[in-house]
């Protein structure tokens, strides 16, 4: 509500948005590490964030008929990715999402903070804990965890046949 919604952009506007855009930039993502709307000159290269649902979710929290109402989007967004691209999810929310819109099978890849998934549609699956501020709080996920997800997707670039064994 405070964030894509009033925003315009995924994660702009909200505390995940913060960790998330600054590790974006971090790693070459990004032309700046923070986002406040859809105009604020913010320009993604080699990435785009989009989300499991296309609603607000009551609790901020998508049901698995909302993941289910809202997948063919998500499938759609997938589908015209490159073979050999990185998804990252954001939690087990975005994991499962991901493994549904992609056709596979979820009891094959558990999720896992820092997990990486070769799919049989040709990208990889990176999880990661979500970068929520309950998750940041309670150091679930730390910066330093986050930012060992991203430059484990670097690797992956750098070499993907090396990160697939």
């Known amino acids: 509500m405070h964030g894509a919604n009033r925003s315009g952009r995924p994660f702009t506007g909200d505390y ?3 960790l998330l855009y600054r590790t974006l930039h971090k790693f070459g993502f990004a032309n ?3 986002s406040v709307h859809v105009g604020d000159g913010l320009l993604l290269t080699g990435c785009r964030i989009t989300n499991a649902v296309k609603c607000l979710p009551p609790e ?6 909302e993941v289910k109402r809202c997948n063919a989007y998500l499938a759609a967004e997938l589908a015209v990715l490159p073979t050999g691209a990185a998804v ?3 939690g087990g929310i975005a994991h499962k999402a991901v493994l549904m819109a992609a056709g596979e099978k979820a009891a094959n890849f558990k999720f896992a903070h820092g ?4 799919l049989e549609c040709g990208l990889t699956l990176f999880d990661s804990y979500h970068c929520s ?3 940041t709080q309670t150091r679930r996920l730390t910066e330093p965890m986050f930012e060992q997800v991203f430059a484990a997707i ?5 070499d993907p046949a090396a990160c697939r064994s």
């Not at 997990?115 to 070769?118: F, G, I, K, V, Y």
């Not at 670097?154 to 750098?158: A, E, H, T, V």
């Open 154 to 158: 670097g690797r992956f670039f750098q």
């Open 32 to 34: 700046r590490a923070q």
């Open 133 to 135: 501020r309950y998750n």
């Open 115 to 118: 997990a990486q998934h070769p």
């Open 60 to 65: 901020n929290k998508p049901a698995l008929d």
């Open 88 to 90: 990252l999810a954001l």
């Open 16 to 18: 995940a948005g913060l």
